[in-house]
C-alpha cells in the first residue's frame, strides 16, 4: 500500500483546520433551529422596524459562537497510546476520553459540502455501547484519517485473528469490488418510485412543527383563522380548489422525495470490501457506511408497488447494536436489479445463499385475515350506524370506499406473510402492496419468544418471535404444532453452533 | 468451519420444549403481587371516595355508575386474574438453555440459549427483602424487551442459577 505522508499519531494532535469552520456551522445550525420560530413571530407580527435593532443580538451571538468555536478547535488533541484513543476537550469543562481500539466497532468517513471544499473528511467511530457513545472527529485530512482508521482496523484484526479461527483468509483486506453503481438514469427511477405518501407526511409533519412552535409563542392560529373562516369554508365547499389542492400536494410530496433522493443516494456505489460491505453515496453529503459480515444480523431486501414495476429492489444490512436496529446502525441501498441482490447475498451467506432461494416457504393461518376483517368491520358497522343516524350519507360512501381498501389490503397482507426455516438459514416474507423479505442466519438469533392469545389458544395458534440484535422477525398465527417444531429446530440450531453471531 | 455435520434430523428425535417439567416459582412472590395491587387498588379507591366526600364538580349519575361499575370490576379482576396466572409463572432449566413462561390468558414462554446469555444480574428489591426472595435477570443481545426475568426465587437459589449458567457461558466460549 502507498502511503502519500506518514503522520505521527502518539503526539496530541489537532484536527485540520477546517474544523474551525465545521463547528462553527454546527453550533449555528443549532442556535437557528432554536430560534427560528421567533423568526417566524416576528415577521408574522410584522414587527420588524426599519432601525434594525435585531441585527445586534444577532451579530452578538454570531461572534460568541465563532470564539466559541476556535476555542473548541484549539482544545481538542487526540492521540495514539498503545491500543487506545485519546481525546481530550472542552472549552469550559476539560474532559478526556479513553477509547480501547478493541471496543471501536466501525470507522465510517463522511463528507459534506464544507468537507469537500477543503478536502478532509470527518470520522465516525462506533463503540459497543449505548447510543451517544459514537466519537466523532469533525474534520481530518484525509490521508490522516485513513492512516488513523487503517491503524485502528488493523489492531482490531490481529486481535480477532488469534481467537478467530473460521475467518476467511483468501481475500486480501484493501481489495474493493464494486457490487452495484446507481447511474443517473436509475437515480431518477429510484426517486420516482419513492414513497410519496412517507414524503407527503413530511409535509404535514413540518406543518404541525410550525403550528406548534406558533402556539408555543402565543400566536393563537384558530382565533386567526376564524377571522377567515367565512372565506374558507366557500372555499372547501367548491369541489375545484379541493382538487387543486390534492394536485398541489402531490406536486411538493412529488418533488420532495425527488429532492431528497438525489441528495441521499446520488452516485451510491456498493462494494465488496475485505470481509464486508461498504456504500457510499450522497451528493452534498458524501456518506460512507461500512457493515461487517459478521455484525450484519438481518438482510432485507424490499420492494413498495411502484418499485416492483420499474424492478429495482431496496436492500438493508441491518447491523446488530445495543439501541435496536436505530436508522444509524442500518445500512440501505436501492435501486438494486435482482442480480445485485442475489449477488451480496451470495458474499454475505456464503454457501448457504441457494437455501434461501429453495426453502419451501409457508402460509400463516387463516385467523390472521379473519381478525383484521374483524377489526375493520367492527368499525365499520359503527361508522355506517353513526352516519345513518347522522344522516351523512356521503361520508359514508368515502368511509365504505377506504372499508374496501382495507379488506383488500388485509387480503394481500396475509397472502404475502410467508415464513420458511432451513438448516441454516430462517427467512420471512411480508408485505401489503409491495413486498419484503428478511433473511436471518440460524445462529444468530439470540432468543425465542412464544405467545398465545386466548383466541390463538382456542385455534390451536401461537406466534413465534425471533430476537436478534438487530430487530425481531415475528410469524403471526402459525399452527401450534408448527410453532415448536420450529422453535425446537432452531433452538437446536443456535445451541449447537460454534459460530460467532458477531 | 462447522463441526457438526448431522444436519438432516428429524424434527421428532430434537428435544421438545413441551415436554419438560417447568419449575414453579416461590408461593410467597404471590403475595408480593397481591400487596402491589392492593396498593395500587386502594390509590383507586382513595380517589374515588375522595370525590364523594367532597364532590368538587358535578357529574351526571349514569358516568358515576358506570365508573363505579368499571373500578370494581377492575377490582375483582386484578385480584382473580394474578391469583389465576400465578401458577403459570415457571421456568425450566435445561443442559442448554433456560426457559420462563408466564400468563394464564395471554401465554407467553421465552427461551434463552445459554451460547447467547450476555450478562446476569440479581434483584431484590425492599419488599423481596421482607419476604427473602429475589429476581433473576437474564440479558441477551436480542434488546430490552426480549430479556428474561424470572422473579419470586429464593437468593440462593437465584445465586446457584447464576452461576451454574456463568459457567455454561464461560465453558461455550472456551470451545
Known sequence: MKKSKSFDLSQPTRQSYAAILIIMYRLYR?????????????????????????????????????????????????YLEKDKL?????????????????RIQSVNFEQNLIHRLFSVVKLNMDTAGSTGNELQLYALNRDMASQLSELILQSIKSKKKSLDISENKTTPVDSRKQIFGLSIGQ????????????????????????????????????????????????????????????????????????????????????????????VVSGLLNKNERAAKDEKVQILKSSQNLLQSWAGIYELVFKQASSAQASEA?????????????????????????????????????????????????????????????????????????????AIYASYLAYKKKRYAWGSNIFRLDAGVFGRSRQVV??????NIHLKETPFQRRRGLSTVELHTASGVLTVPDIKRHDAYSMKNYLLYKVESSKKKWM | MSSFSNEQLNSIDLPRVEDICFVPIEKDYLKILLLYIS?????????????????????????????????????????????????????????????????????????????????????????????????????????????????GLRPEQSARLKQFIVAKTALDEEE
Open chain 1, 30 to 78: 443549532v442556535i437557528i433551529r432554536q430560534l427560528l420560530p421567533v423568526a417566524v413571530i416576528i415577521l408574522l407580527q410584522g414587527k420588524l422596524d426599519k432601525s434594525g435593532w435585531f441585527l445586534y443580538p444577532i451579530i452578538t451571538i454570531a461572534v460568541i459562537g465563532a470564539a466559541y468555536s476556535i476555542l473548541a478547535f484549539f482544545r481538542y488533541y487526540f
Open chain 1, 86 to 102: 485519546i481525546v481530550k476537550k472542552g472549552v469550559l469543562k476539560r474532559s478526556t476520553l479513553e477509547i480501547p481500539f478493541d
Open chain 1, 187 to 278: 437515480l431518477l427511477k429510484v426517486g420516482i418510485t419513492e414513497n410519496h405518501i412517507r414524503s407527503g407526511g413530511i409535509i404535514v409533519f413540518f406543518l404541525f412543527y410550525i403550528w406548534d412552535s406558533l402556539e408555543d409563542f402565543g400566536v393563537d392560529l384558530i382565533e386567526k383563522g376564524e377571522q377567515y373562516m367565512p372565506v374558507a369554508q366557500q372555499l372547501v365547499q367548491s369541489m375545484a380548489i379541493v382538487i387543486v389542492l390534492v394536485i398541489l400536494f402531490s406536486i411538493i410530496a412529488f418533488t420532495i422525495s425527488m429532492v431528497r433522493t438525489v441528495l441521499n443516494y446520488y452516485d451510491l456505489k456498493m462494494y465488496r470490501k475485505g470481509h464486508g460491505f461498504v
Open chain 1, 329 to 405: 446502525k442500518s445500512i440501505k441501498s436501492i435501486g438494486l436489479s435482482k442480480e445485485n441482490l442475489f449477488e451480496a447475498e451470495a458474499y454475505l451467506l456464503k454457501k448457504n445463499h441457494n437455501e434461501s432461494r429453495s426453502l419451501k416457504m409457508k402460509g400463516v393461518d387463516f385467523y390472521f385475515l379473519y381478525k383484521r376483517l374483524f377489526y375493520w368491520t367492527s368499525l365499520m358497522i359503527a361508522l355506517t350506524i353513526f352516519f345513518v343516524y347522522n344522516n351523512k350519507i356521503d361520508t359514508l360512501v368515502i368511509s365504505l370506499l377506504l372499508y374496501s381498501l
Open chain 1, 441 to 446: 442466519e440460524n445462529h444468530k438469533i439470540q
Open chain 2, 39 to 151: 396498593l395500587s387498588n386502594i390509590i383507586l379507591t382513595v380517589i374515588l371516595s375522595a370525590y364523594f366526600i367532597f364532590k368538587p364538580f358535578a357529574l351526571p349519575s349514569t358516568a358515576l355508575y358506570s365508573i363505579l361499575t368499571i373500578a370494581s370490576i377492575r377490582i375483582a379482576w386484578s385480584y382473580y386474574s394474578t391469583v389465576k396466572s400465578f401458577p403459570h409463572k415457571a421456568f425450566a432449566l435445561r443442559e442448554k438453555d433456560i426457559i420462563y413462561k408466564s400468563g394464564w390468558l395471554w401465554r407467553h414462554m421465552v427461551t434463552a440459549p445459554f451460547n447467547r446469555v450476555q450478562h446476569i444480574q440479581i434483584d431484590q428489591g425492599v419488599l423481596e427483602r421482607q419476604f427473602n426472595l429475589s429476581k433473576l435477570k437474564i440479558f441477551t443481545a436480542g434488546g430490552s424487551s426480549s430479556d428474561i426475568t424470572i422473579p
